[in-house]
């Protein structure tokens, strides 16, 4: 089946860096991906939606110059927390959908999550 | 709104069977998921129902009834592993994931 992948697992980094999160897909061509983000014990939060060749779309609260988002090929889209807090530290997960016909969404595979600790 | 509902947490017995429900309420209707995740861990895909009608795959089934807005995991002969979360998620009319809160399901003895 359809894999994603997430680099890194796991980052720790000091209040005001910036960390990059990669999200490829190994096996597809994936137009569109999802970055979702995760606080403990709660549902997934979708944060945008990444489409190849285009701007993301943001949700609402999610400040677009604060979570970069860069869909450069139908296999890798990336995430850069820049200026990172405390409060960023979560798991952030990212996504990619295949669909078939009329562009339904078949099935959404998820990467693994990658877990980020901002000191 | 859009809205979905599911129990926040269920306990059953190792070897039993339990049915989780998923309601919602959506701008529109493009699938039903069902979603495993266990705690630390990215979901994992279980289940996709469009039309009306019981889904198999081993020990799960997934039900589905649109015109009651209405989905139900079944998990049969449940094992340890099972213990996690199960999340619900309904595609809606810009097929865009709404995802229910997860039920936590325990697992005994």
């Known amino acids: 089946g359809a894999v994603v992948s997430q680099h890194p697992s796991r980052v720790i980094c000091k209040s005001g860096t910036s960390v990059k999160i990669e999200c490829r897909s190994l096996d597809f061509q994936a137009t569109t991906m999802f970055w979702y983000r995760q606080f403990p014990k709660q549902s997934l939060m979708l944060m945008a939606t990444s489409n190849e060749g285009s701007k993301a779309t943001y949700e609402q609260g999610v400040e677009k110059d604060k979570f970069l988002i860069n869909h450069a090929s139908l296999t890798l889209s990336t995430l850069t927390v820049t200026s990172a807090h405390p409060e960023d530290s979560s798991f952030y997960i990212c996504?990619?959908?295949?669909?078939?016909?009329?562009?339904?969404?078949?099935?959404?595979?998820f990467g693994p999550g990658t877990r980020l600790l901002v000191l | 709104g859009q809205n979905i509902d599911q129990p926040t947490e269920m306990t059953a017995t190792e070897g039993a069977i339990v049915q989780i429900n998923c309601t919602y309420q959506?701008?529109?209707?493009?699938?039903l998921f069902w979603y495993q995740q266990h705690a630390g861990e990215a979901p994992t895909f279980l289940s996709y129902?469009?039309l009306d009608g019981l889904e198999e795959k081993g020990r799960f089934s997934s039900f589905l009834s649109r015109s009651k807005g209405y989905s139900y995991l079944l998990l049969k002969e449940l094992q340890m592993k099972d213990s996690a979360s199960y999340l619900c998620a309904v595609g809606d009319s810009n097929y865009q994931l709404i995802w229910g809160a997860g039920t936590k399901l325990i697992i005994k003895p």
């Open positions: 129902n469009v």
């Open positions: 996504s990619a959908i295949t669909t078939g016909e009329r562009g339904a969404v078949e099935t959404q595979y």
């Open positions: 959506t701008s529109g209707f493009n699938g």
